[in-house]
């Protein structure tokens, strides 16, 4: 494989991942308009020179809110990544360090949580801990975790049988000694390929939680409660639904081409159900 | 087979499935509602939605309201009241039958009064029907109330709806079975969707002109306008989007009808202690709210400013809008003078219709003006009793009070939000002793302006009532003080239709399809016993029944932490602790926690479920009625993914490099990137309202035949399959790439195999197995993961149930439900790995 020529696909979905994360970062201290000044006697205008995407039912820039909704699909989604990797990373290198009953708990717990149906069980997440971003993080995470367990796992086994680990048990290492300094280098691509997909599937399920309300809160500006109130202005000003919807649809996409080209890259072994 | 012909056949698949207009019935209505009742026995429970469904229609009481709030006779001919007050003589009507045959007389009247007050009895108005101190049968048409003390309301607390008429023969079913002496009798109710009425042709008065009625519930303003325009709905009540109103205006084959209701809106305050508990704050938040903002914005336009809580068509009404006019330097100042020169931090808990959660947010946005940060909290209503009516954790809170003439609950200092005011109760006490209607006004006139002046709440405007009606519907009773939908003379201009209704039969098709999935479930068991040997058999079934157990813990656990309490949401705001209480035992909350689980799991077990708190009906059962909409939509679904997606995927893979591959992989990478309720969404826009092809939402049940019911669930199942038809294009397309690479197909080529007959002869049936995975991850998810696309649909699945389950608090739907989807789960990777063992013959070998 060559390395001196990157793949389109991986170059367009860097750029749309980039653009993503400049966006949110940049609404955090500028956006073309306040959003919070209310402007209700122009409301739902077009697209127009002074506002590039139209006016929403409050009458606020419409631009203005995707930018702020960028802000809060990548804090929810990176967050929760974070805290998937975080438990779970730990957890898969545990299990392969120790096999046996640890092994097969593990495995027969991630069984247990991904028996779950994700939706529901965020929802009673929801309904336990109050809707809100905190809380959406939670009940996305905890399906991010058994993900991060079960890849670190089946990676990490596969290191302890190398030699270089072999050597240094053979050296008298401890096994957290020996997870920590050689089976986490060796794994650090592939869980870079999976945080990408699963920071696209969390943007998806953020804008679905938004959607239905448990997500974050008003004046907190989300792409799918952006969608659900446009919902009803759709036969009218379907504009309204169709710009939130592009930005969720652009964003993963540009998650998911550069989650794939990534893989290519880093692991061309890894398969998609990883 | 080529892949442009496995096209061609989806798309005559998914023609199939549109189904043909069909012509408007014309003697049946369908009137949507938003809320659906959790009962239909309106003497007990406070539910306004029983008496919309049943009161008037199926129950009749003694005497009636009619439009203009006058006392009528009704199943009492007439009636004497003695000098002292304290004697009411019914005279009653004769050769009124029940449905149930049991004839009405004097006696029914002593059942039911005496049913009213009784001990046990969960009636809401049990407490002014105890004014009552005894009922006594003169003869089978004369009955004689004596009264404890007088009261000059009693005869409207006989017009409610709690204080009906039963029949000692269905008393005890009336929730599930109602049955009364009305136009209308029961028919059938598939839960989540439709109550339906049918005419009662043995009524003792004039009978109904409407053969058939059935009330829909659509709480969802998207799914409301959908069902209105398209006329899936011929009468919408409480019609929830002010928003589209302006569009249904222009639609002449619409009529939009809007009126005052007696309720206010009001930003509720909780003045018990803080910065609230000062006036000066209280003003300065007056001062800082733009009321025709708040109508504009939240209501577009709908919506009458109000300056007390009072509502404005009343006679003793005083225009108190202009206390406090709009104005930021001044609420600004008032704060600073209170010692808030910085402002402050507030919470604003929202309960969640619309019109609180819009007002809220534009009042945030208007209070952070005055420099007062508002942090909005959206809750359920469970969650809504429980922090803010219950426990009085807020700040501020949005509500219609929508009983009329409300007033006393400023004068109760434990409301939820704690006014206090010794001049007010002085004026409640003198109102009590008016004598005459100009005192009277006069005193109501200072009763507004004192709760003004202290500005004990944000009075924001009064509610309307916003109705939408087929324009041919006429006769309809609209504007009523009661909660009563009369549709006894209401009937449709012009010709009568010839379209036969079938009646809801609830649960059959789910029973069925139960039976066949045990049969098939059994053999296949056998069969896998026969092939794999029992031992292995065996191990998998530890290992699926381990994590069924913990599965039942964890759901159970979570379960036990959920606030809210069931019970206080089913008897609604007025309901005495004691009565929650009873509830409470009744539905088996009571006992310790582990014996609790217990009962559950050993209930499980055997297949019971236990008994919904809010539909009082087997859980199981439930489940059943909404299996038969969930599964045939996961399947068609599923169906649908891959009759699209595989060829897809194989045509990609035979084409690897070209341009075919390139563009079809770019399409995959949008469809998987498309969140299906956005599809959804667009779907209903392009195909429902634009086009009308194919109805908006809602199911007509199997009974109504195989056709309508496939065109109700075509979009759905359209919606969810487009992001799973992409993922099955590019599994199929990656692993058809990896076996093309083995050693056999390079065989098969040089056998001389042409490249097309290899992959479809040996590459396919290799590639089966990373499909079979995706397809097994799949399946659960679309059963469950209909959650949101069942919602923009008004489909009645499991998904709506359990998220319906969840807000009313019926949390043993919320267990059982989540349990089979769980079970769901484990029986589908079961079935994979079975399907592993039978496809690749190299694991068959390591298994045998």
Known sequence: MSRSRLPPTLIAGAAISAGFVVAALLSLVWTPYDVTAFDIGHRLQGPSAAHWLGLDHFGRDVASMILLGARNALSVSLVAVLLGAGIGVPLGLLAAARRGWTDELLMRGSDVVFAFPALILAILITAVLGPGAINAVIAIGVFNVPVFARLTRGSALSLWTRDYVLAARAAGKGAARISLEHITPGLASTLIVQATLQFSLGVIAEAGLSYVGLGAQPPAASWGKMLADAQTLAAFSPLQAVFPGLAIVITVLGLNLLGDGLRDRLDPHLTEDG | ?848
């Open chain 2, 1 to 848: 087979m080529s892949f442009r012909s496995l096209l061609g056949l989806a798309a005559a698949c998914l023609l199939a499935l549109a189904p043909t207009a069909r012509a408007a019935p014309r003697d049946t209505v369908t009137v949507a509602l938003q809320l659906e009742p959790p009962n239909l026995d309106p003497t007990s429970g406070a539910a306004v939605a029983t008496d919309e469904v049943v009161y008037g229609t199926v129950f009749e009481g003694l005497v009636r309201l009619d439009a203009q709030g006058a006392i009528k006779p009704l199943l009492a001919t007439w009636w004497e009241i003695s000098p002292d007050g304290l004697t009411y003589t019914f005279h009653l009507r004769g050769g009124v039958r029940f449905q149930d045959g049991t004839p009405f007389d004097a006696g029914i009247v002593k059942f039911s009064l005496e049913r009213a007050i009784a001990p046990a009895s969960t009636n809401v108005q049990k407490q002014a029907l105890s004014v009552i101190r005894q009922v006594e049968v003169v003869d089978p048409r004369t009955v004689r109330l004596q009264l404890a003390s007088p009261d000059s309301d009693l005869l409207y607390t006989l017009t409610w709806g709690d204080s009906v008429m039963v029949s000692p023969r269905s008393a005890g079913s009336l929730a599930t079975a109602p049955v009364g002496t009305g136009p209308f009798r029961f028919t059938g109710w598939r839960r989540g969707d439709t109550v339906s009425l049918a005419r009662n042709d043995g009524y003792w008065g004039q009978p109904a002109k409407l053969r058939t009625v059935r009330f829909k519930f659509i709480a969802d303003p998207a799914a409301a306008f959908a069902a209105i325009k398209t006329h899936e709905v011929d009468a919408f009540l409480d019609y929830p989007a002010p928003e589209s109103l302006a569009q249904l205006r222009a639609d002449p084959a619409l009529e939009v009808v809007t009126a005052s209701s007696e309720g206010e809106v009001i930003l509720a305050i909780n003045q018990r202690t803080g910065p609230l508990a000062d006036v000066r704050v209280r003003r300065a938040l007056q001062h800082a709210l733009d009321r025709r903002a708040i109508i504009d914005g939240a209501m577009y336009g709908y919506g009458t400013p109000i300056g007390s809580h009072f509502p404005p068509q009343n006679a003793a009404y005083v225009d108190l809008t202009g206390l406090y006019p709009h104005d930021i330097a001044k609420a600004k100042a008032l704060l600073a003078q209170a010692g808030y020169p910085n402002g402050l931090d507030l919470t604003l808990k929202l309960p969640p219709p619309n019109y609180a959660r819009r007002s809220g947010e534009i009042v945030a946005a208007q209070l952070a003006q005055a420099g007062v940060r508002v942090k909005i909290e959206n809750l359920e209503w469970a969650q809504w009793l429980d922090q803010v009516y219950g426990r009085h954790a807020f700040d501020l809170t949005i509500v219609s009070h929508a009983e009329p003439m409300d007033y006393a609950i400023y004068d109760k200092a434990d409301y939820y939000f704690g006014y206090h005011s010794e001049a007010f109760h002085g004026l409640m006490q003198a109102l009590k002793g008016a004598t005459d209607e100009g005192q009277r006004t006069a005193i109501l006139g200072q009763i507004q302006r004192r709760i003004a002046e202290d500005a004990v709440n944000g009075f924001l405007f009064q509610f309307p009532r916003l109705g939408v009606f087929d324009a041919r519907l006429k006769d309809f009773w609209v504007n009523s003080p009661t909660q009563i939908i009369d549709l006894h003379a209401a009937s449709f201009e012009g010709p009568r239709g010839t379209e036969t209704i079938i009646d809801a039969k609830s649960g059959s098709a789910g029973a069925i399809l139960g039976g066949v999935l045990a049969l098939a479930v059994v053999g296949g068991l056998a069969l896998l016993a026969a092939r794999f040997g029992a031992v292995w058999l065996g191990g998998r079934a530890v290992v699926m029944a381990l994590t069924l157990l913990t599965a039942s813990v964890v759901v159970f656990a979570i379960i036990q932490v959920v606030p809210g309490d069931p019970a206080a949401y089913m008897l609604g705001l007025n309901a005495s602790p004691e009565a929650i209480a009873n509830l409470r035992h009744q539905m088996g909350l009571e006992g310790p926690t582990a014996q609790r689980y217990l009962a559950w799991l050993l209930g499980m077990l055997h297949g019971d479920l236990g008994v919904s708190y809010t539909y009082q009906t087997p859980v199981a059962a439930l489940v059943g009625e909404r299996i038969g909409v969930s599964l045939p939509l996961a399947l068609l679904a599923m169906a649908l993914s891959i009759v699209v997606g595989a060829p897809i995927g194989a045509l990609a893979a035979a084409r690897r490099g070209k341009a075919a591959d390139t563009v079809v992989m770019g399409l995959t990478q949008v469809g998987v990137a498309i969140p299906n309720f956005w599809f959804a969404v667009l779907l209903v826009m392009v195909f429902s309202i634009s086009l009308r092809w194919v109805s908006a939402g809602g199911f007509p049940g199997w009974e109504a035949g195989l056709g309508p019911a496939l065109g109700a669930l075509a979009l759905p199942a359209l919606a969810l399959a487009a992001p799973q038809a992409a993922i099955i294009a590019r599994v199929t397309r990656s692993a058809l790439i990896d076996t093309l690479a083995e050693d056999y197909m390079r065989t098969a080529r040089a056998k001389g195999l042409t490249a097309r007959r290899a992959l479809w002869r040996h590459g396919l049936p290799n590639a089966l197995i990373p499909l079979l995975t995706i397809l097994g991850l799949q399946f659960p998810f679309l059963l469950a993961g209909g959650v949101i696309i069942e919602n923009v649909f008004f489909l009645p699945g499991l998904g709506r149930l359990v998220l319906q389950a969840v807000t009313q608090r019926d949390l043993i739907v919320v267990q059982g439900v989540v349990m089979l989807l769980v079970f769901a789960v484990v029986a589908t990777n079961f079935l994979v790995d079975v399907a592993y063992v039978l496809v690749d013959p190299r694991l068959r070998k390591r298994r045998g």
